[in-house]
């Protein structure tokens, strides 16, 4: 099994998106124009009071990173639905934080002997589906640490003078 393909606008903030390489491959701005909406799940009122506080998290999780992910191009209405597991799944990662910090890592077995809680198995699980996510996205450390920023802030006036017009520090 080969190594999959590296998204075209991670290729591009990296400087590494070449025309002749990467130019058939579908790009955000053929894709879609609009900022993908919050999925009904993340509103509508949770069944139980854990299902409410993940819904919570997932929600809150949506809000921070949709607008600067749709900003940098890497969030697109076709790729809804891996973001969606992404944010669903960092919720119940926040649940299973929670219930692990409440309640312990471990709990009593049928024989009265210590067994690790259900809840570390969720966190451990939904832990590496968030990490492999984020990493889609850019959002782990590993993947940021590469990328090269798009648009270099202004210099002051004091600066600009110094170091000339137009040139950089």
Not at 72 to 86: I, R
Not at 109 to 138: F, H, M, Q
Request: aromatic fraction near 8%; charge should be positive.
């Amino acid at each position: 099994m080969s190594r999959r393909a590296t998204p075209t606008p991670i290729l591009k903030l990296h400087g590494g998106f070449r025309q002749d390489r990467h130019g058939r491959r579908p790009s955000p701005e053929i894709l879609a124009h609009k900022r993908p909406a919050c999925p009904k799940r993340f509103i509508l009122k949770g069944k139980t009071d854990d299902g409410e506080f993940a819904r919570k998290e997932a929600k809150r999780a949506w809000d921070r990173l949709c607008g600067p992910l749709f900003e940098a191009g890497l969030l697109v209405d076709a790729f809804y639905m891996s973001f969606e597991m992404l944010c669903s799944s960092w919720g119940l990662y926040q649940l299973a934080c929670q219930k692990c910090g409440d309640e312990g890592l471990t709990t009593t077995g049928a024989k009265n002997n210590e067994v690790k809680s259900p809840w570390a198995r969720i966190r451990a699980e939904t832990l590496d589906e968030v990490s492999k996510l984020a990493g889609c996205y850019g959002l782990t450390p590993a993947d940021i640490a590469s990328v090269k920023a798009l648009d270099r802030p202004q210099l002051d006036d004091a600066k600009a003078r110094f170091f000339g017009r137009g040139e950089g520090a």
